[in-house]
């Protein structure tokens, strides 16, 4: 028998090219959105946090 582990999702953090890509059905879903500026240390863009107007489950593992 196996188990799987769930995960609820109703706020991620996405990538700036990630959150570009969102398709119109994709971004009627989001909430709110919050711009996490870059730190100095790293090489990226900063980041994006969504949050979903409805929590989703994704699948974490299965054991």
Do not use: C, W
Request: no cysteine.
């Amino acid at each position: 028998m196996h188990t799987i582990e769930l995960v609820n999702r109703d706020i991620e953090f996405l990538t700036i090219e990630k959150f570009m890509s969102l398709t119109a059905k994709e971004k009627s879903k989001i909430q709110s959105v919050k711009i996490i500026p870059p730190s100095l240390d790293r090489d990226d863009f900063g980041k994006i946090q969504v949050k979903y107007k409805v929590p989703s489950y994704r699948v974490a593992g299965i054991s």
